[in-house]
């Protein structure tokens, strides 16, 4: 069975599905506030630098033992209550008949950028065993995390568009958007193949064995209200809404979303996860009092003294609280410049300050 969910029911008596986060994510209480944070895997971290060197990224993402060993790193050191899968939003477009490669600084570069309905073509379904790697990674993680759940994730169609049709990272998304508004056909056929490899991945993700998901649209606060529901939401929803019986929360991410979060909490969210420049009571009252909420500590407050730290840690709490259920969080993901003993501080700052 590849394309249904039957296989997640198996995890659900696993102590990681009664976990902190999980509960947190279905607003149900919690003795206190979980936090993990995106981006904890990675170039702050020494060790990680270490069994990365001279592996480039891609590679990195496809040998299990590895990517274990990395995803494991920061639930170690930190103590957080969550592990991230380590892979990228690009894995599964790579192995989808995508030729690029992730530059160390800069992202994902794509070969041949796709513009036309024959570079469409370069772009096939994802089959389950195209990320075989995947599975086997989230069996071993799973196995070895115990009680701590595993997060599973995916870049979201909009998100993934924009790197394949710029070629790389942009800032304006400019040919993004001209095929958009000029060549609604063609846009909208990425991304409906986009979803359907992204709900792929994510299913292969469950199957596995990970606790919770998360959506990454990191580039959708460039649109309008009005155009992310006509040019996007479908997209993002058809992938939200086919794991609504996978029996994971889902957790829907963007930066600068502030416009935009009624309606990423409409595609079909469990959690909305907010970046910090809305409050997360202001954004409650947009996504609404049933669903819970993630974030939303500015990565930079990281570089400020400890009691700047403190302060903006106990505010983003007392924000929280208006909602249902809080999942702790930086806004956006950890800086490579970050002291990773600030990030200690701040996991066991969370956990004390938000007991109940
Ligand atoms: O959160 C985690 O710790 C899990 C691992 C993870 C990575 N990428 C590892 C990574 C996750 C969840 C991602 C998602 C991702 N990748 C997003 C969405 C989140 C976001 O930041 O908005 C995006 C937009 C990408 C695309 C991408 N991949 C970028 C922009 C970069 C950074 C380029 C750089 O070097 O500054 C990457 C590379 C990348 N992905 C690294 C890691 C650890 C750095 C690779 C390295 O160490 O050389």
């Not at 993990?36 to 993402?61: D, H, N, T």
């Not at 309905?117 to 071993?140: G, K, W």
């Not at 909490?265 to 669903?291: C, F, K, N, S, Y």
Request: charged share 20%.
């Amino acid at each position: 069975m590849t394309t249904t969910m039957e296989g997640s029911a198996a995890h659900r008596d696993d102590p990681a599905t009664d976990s902190l986060l999980v509960r947190a994510c279905r607003g149900r209480p919690v003795p206190h506030s979980p936090v993990w944070f995106m981006r904890q895997a990675g170039r702050s971290l020494p060790e990680y630098r270490k069994v990365r060197a001279g592996i480039p990224m891609l590679e990195a993402c496809r040998r299990p033992e590895l990517v274990a060993e990395v995803t494991l790193q920061p639930v170690r050191r930190h103590g957080v209550d969550a592990a991230i899968l380590f892979s990228d939003i690009v894995v599964p477009v790579a192995e989808a008949g995508i030729d690029l490669h992730i530059e160390p600084g800069v992202g994902p570069v794509v070969a041949e950028p796709i513009r036309t309905q024959a570079d469409l073509e370069r772009l096939r379904p994802l089959d389950p065993t195209d990320v075989s790697y995947i599975d086997e990674a989230v069996r071993l993680l799973v196995g070895e995390l115990g009680a701590t759940p595993l997060i599973g994730f995916a870049g979201a169609p909009f998100t993934l568009a924009s790197y394949l049709i710029e070629g790389g990272p942009s800032r304006t998304h400019a040919k993004t958007k001209a095929m958009m508004y000029g060549e609604p056909e063609l846009w909208h056929a990425l991304c409906a193949r986009l979803a359907e490899i992204t709900l792929e991945f994510l299913r292969v993700q469950v199957r596995g064995g990970v606790s919770a998901v998360q959506l990454f649209d990191s580039w959708a606060g460039a649109l309008s209200d009005a155009d992310y529901r006509r040019f996007v939401l479908p997209h993002s929803a058809h992938v939200l809404t086919g794991l609504s019986g996978a029996g994971v929360p889902r957790i829907h991410f963007g930066v600068g979303t502030a416009q935009l979060l009624t309606a990423m909490a409409e595609a079909g969210a469990d959690v909305v996860g907010v970046d910090w420049r809305t409050p997360l009571d202001t954004a409650m009252a947009q996504i609404g009092p049933e669903r819970a909420v993630q974030g939303n500590l500015d990565p930079c407050v990281l570089f400020a003294p400890w009691p700047v730290i403190q302060r903006e840690v106990l505010r983003v709490l007392e924000e929280g609280r208006a909602a249902p259920g809080h999942v702790f969080n930086l806004g956006h993901g950890v800086l490579p410049d970050t002291d990773p003993d600030v990030l200690t501080r701040v996991v066991t700052l969370v956990h004390e300050a938000s007991a109940r």
